[in-house]
T-cell receptor, first 115, second 112 residues
Framework: GDSVTQMEGPVTLSEEAFLTINCTYT??????LFWYVQYPGEGLQLLLK?????DKGSNKGFEATYRKETTSFHLEKGSVQVSDSAVYFC??????????????FGKGTRLSVIA | NAGVTQTPKFQVLKTGQSMTLQCAQD?????MYWYRQDPGMGLRLIYY???????DKGEVPNGYNVSRLNKREFSLRLESAAPSQTSVYFC???????????FGNGTRLTVT
């Protein structure tokens, strides 16, 4: 079945450091890929998405490029802030004859940014 | 904008007790979902409803039942709670399957 694997955390960075959180997926066909963010005590929020190969999703300084050849969707940010401290989830949704499948999530990566 | 509203926020149950978690969305979304979140396990899908009148099992449905009461509401019932069901439960909705999900703020359930 479809699955998502993301790097284990926690990740601790200093403010203004470069961030990469790796995400790879296993899926047949052409899934849509997502990054969600969860701040303490809250539900998940969509951060960015990409629906086809070579698409780049971006939001709030975060970027991720859908790479079909490496089945990856790594999250990057050039300069992190303390307010970026959260848990980040990579997810995918695939297409079947019956329609899109529910999102499958990775296990999440906790990011802590220190001033 | 309320979005997705879950009640209650916290609940403590004894083993064997039953309860229903409520979820309502005001975005006129067709699809609704229940996930559970456990440390080191990410989010796992319990049940979902692709559209009003339909429900389907997800990855971890055992011990749960759901009801899609109408387009707005999707409830999750634990008939006989077990300690293994201690978790944080999230309801979510989306316009259609594959569309981005909108999440509620979760229900933290402890079963002793």
């Amino acid at each position: 079945g479809d699955s998502v694997t993301q790097m284990e955390g926690p990740v601790t960075l200093s403010e203004e450091a470069f961030l990469t959180i790796n995400c790879t997926y296993t899926a047949t066909g052409y899934p849509s890929l997502f990054w969600y963010v969860q701040y303490p005590g809250e539900g998940l929020q969509l951060l960015l998405k990409a629906t086809k190969a070579d698409d780049k999703g971006s939001n709030k300084g975060f970027e991720a490029t859908y790479r079909k050849e490496t089945t990856s969707f790594h999250l990057e940010k050039g300069s992190v802030q303390v307010s970026d401290s959260a848990v980040y989830f990579c997810a995918l949704s695939n297409i079947r004859n019956s329609g899109n499948t529910p999102l499958v999530f990775g296990k999440g990566t906790r990011l802590s940014v220190i001033a | 904008n309320a979005g997705v509203t879950q009640t209650p926020k916290f609940q403590v149950l004894k083993t064997g007790q039953s309860m229903t978690l409520q979820c309502a969305q005001d975005m006129n979304h067709n699809s609704m979902y229940w996930y559970r979140q456990d440390p080191g396990m990410g989010l796992r899908l319990i049940y979902y409803s692709a559209s009003e009148g339909t429900t389907d099992k997800g990855e971890v449905p055992n011990g749960y039942n759901v009801s899609r009461l109408n387009k707005r509401e999707f409830s999750l019932r634990l008939e006989s709670a077990a300690p293994s069901q201690t978790s944080v439960y999230f309801c979510a909705s989306s316009e259609t399957g594959g569309s981005p999900l909108h999440f509620g703020n979760g229900t933290r359930l402890t079963v002793t």
